[in-house]
């Protein structure tokens, strides 16, 4: 952890802090469910794609449904993209602490998790080494010029990591905490293979009462892939000169790598921030009723712009009362129903259940511009 630059750290924490917690009122229940399982769905997306191995949102989608490529190559991204979405759900059940979820026993929780979920031909590397879950290395090994710890001395670091990170930091010091123990476990590097994945979905969990899976990290750091990679790197320089800390590492390369974090995270927060404005939203589901409708899908209608707006608001409505709120007469209230639900931005359990706001990847690009705007490039392998 940085020494005498933590206040000045802690100071720039707060306000990402209470926009996370404020972010986190502005939808209702079952809107904040929905959009959770998109952000899920991001984040296994982005991780791999840091790791140079994503697969399409549209391949991500049709996993989520049990549908596989004929492609093995695809086939294989979509299990590691599936058992991405399933560890993080699995993480977010452990019922532990934030600073709890930052010890050791998590990180080889986390990789368990994801690996153990993948045959041992998805877990093979390119170099025909098998990744074992949560198994922690037994060899000696180099990443580009980065030579981590000697594997005999793994269990010690951890051990370190559970007495420095583990503990109660208080709300503003803990994004920090997160921060630097993201960096120190890819220094470690614990595992033989797998502990970007494994570390991104241990942070996910830790940051879940933060995030409250409106958004995503894992966005952010792979829009900065490069600069990712880069502070990560620098952050394990070694110190430089007598003012740089007091450990065998650069504190100032760890400071920036900690400012770089809390951008992240400040960024992620407000771009969601302005992607739930209620105004802007109705704006743009305006706008999307209008393509469709331009489009020859004669079942999108002006008057239902309003119920879709409210039952994104405010929650889910029975299906008499969203047609009533479209104004429109009984049967062509039915059929603009209808067509909602059968693509997706309407959700219902059953032909008399109420209805929910769904957000299919077909409309991502209108109803949030940029959030996710691979979801809509086109499909070039199958």
């Known amino acids: 952890m940085p020494g005498r630059g933590l206040d000045r750290l802690a100071v720039l924490a707060r306000p990402v802090i209470e926009a996370a917690h404020r972010l986190q009122g502005s939808a209702n229940e079952s809107t904040r469910r929905q959009l959770c399982e998109l952000v899920r769905t991001m984040n296994s997306y982005y991780s791999n794609r840091i790791e140079g191995q994503s697969t399409h949102p549209i391949h991500i989608d049709k996993a989520l449904r049990a549908n596989f490529s004929g492609n093995a190559d695809v086939a294989k991204r979509q299990r590691i993209a599936l058992a991405h979405i399933e560890a993080e759900r699995a993480m977010e059940g452990v019922g532990a602490t934030e600073a709890q979820l930052l010890g050791s026993q998590y990180l080889v929780l986390a990789h368990a998790n994801l690996y153990g979920r993948l045959s041992e031909d998805d877990r093979r590397t390119d170099e025909g080494r098998l990744v074992e879950p949560g198994r922690l290395r037994t060899e000696d090994v180099a990443v580009g010029r980065h ?30 905490a997160m921060a630097c123990q993201h960096h120190r476990m890819a220094w470690v590097h614990p595992f033989l293979d797998g502990n970007g994945r494994a570390g991104r979905v241990q942070l996910h969990a830790a940051m879940r009462s933060l995030t409250g899976g409106l958004w995503s990290v894992n966005r952010g750091l792979a829009r900065r892939r490069d600069e990712y990679y880069w502070r990560l790197s620098e952050a394990g320089a070694v110190r430089q000169g007598d003012l740089d800390g007091r450990g065998n590492l650069s504190e100032r390369t760890l400071l920036n790598w900690c400012e770089f974090f809390i951008d992240i995270c400040s960024d992620q927060v407000a771009f969601m921030t302005r992607m739930l404005d209620l105004g802007r939203l109705q704006d743009r589901i305006t706008a999307l009723i209008t393509i469709r409708s331009h489009e020859g899908a004669s079942d999108y209608r002006p008057q239902a712009i309003l119920p879709l707006l409210h039952v994104l608001a405010a929650g889910p409505v029975a299906r008499g009362g969203f047609i009533q709120m479209t104004g429109l007469a009984e049967r062509t209230g039915r059929k603009v129903l209808s067509q909602l639900i059968a693509d997706g931005l309407l959700i219902s359990d059953g032909h008399r259940a109420e209805v929910r706001i769904g957000f299919p990847l077909n409309a991502l690009d209108v109803l949030f511009p940029n959030l996710y705007p691979e979801a809509a490039t086109a499909v070039t392998d199958e």
Do not use: C
């Not at 710890?149 to 920090?176: I, M, N, Q």
């Open 147 to 176: 030579q981590p710890p000697a594997w005999v001395s793994v269990p010690s670091f951890l051990a370190r990591v559970d007495e420095v990170y583990a503990t109660h930091w208080g709300l503003d010091k803990l994004l920090v």
